[in-house]
Nanobody
């Protein structure tokens, strides 16, 4: 069993910054990738940023404003969000693609989500 827990959401004014954290724990053999997704009201969940073997990928809407980083030892991923705008308001979910055994299947594990609200 793998648990994924996010933290760091909240209310911020336009132009402000927030840092999200996500820790994966439990019966982890290896983590292939970690990433952040978001789901705004009335919209589908979308990829915000991901990191795999040090290679990062960002949605066009956040490039230059958000930075994803990972602490491999701690099985933790961070999302530094700068120049936040009202359209960034959403529930942010952390994802970990992990194996619980060496030859087991690669599965997606999700956190419960953390609310980010950008408003004046």
């Amino acid at each position: 069993q793998v648990q994924v827990v996010e933290s760091g959401g909240g209310l911020v004014q336009p132009g402000g910054s927030l840092r999200l954290s996500c820790a994966a724990s439990g019966s982890i053999f290896s983590i292939t990738a970690m990433g952040w997704y978001r789901e705004a009201p009335g919209k589908e969940r979308e990829l915000v940023a991901s990191i795999t073997s040090g290679i990062t990928n960002y949605a066009d809407s956040v490039k230059g404003r958000f930075t994803i980083s990972r602490d491999i030892v701690k099985n933790t991923v961070y999302l530094q969000m700068n120049s936040l705008q009202p359209e960034d308001t959403a529930v942010y979910y952390c994802n970990a693609a992990a194996r619980t055994t060496r030859w087991g299947p690669l599965k997606d594990y999700w956190g419960q989500g953390t609310q980010v609200t950008v408003s004046s």
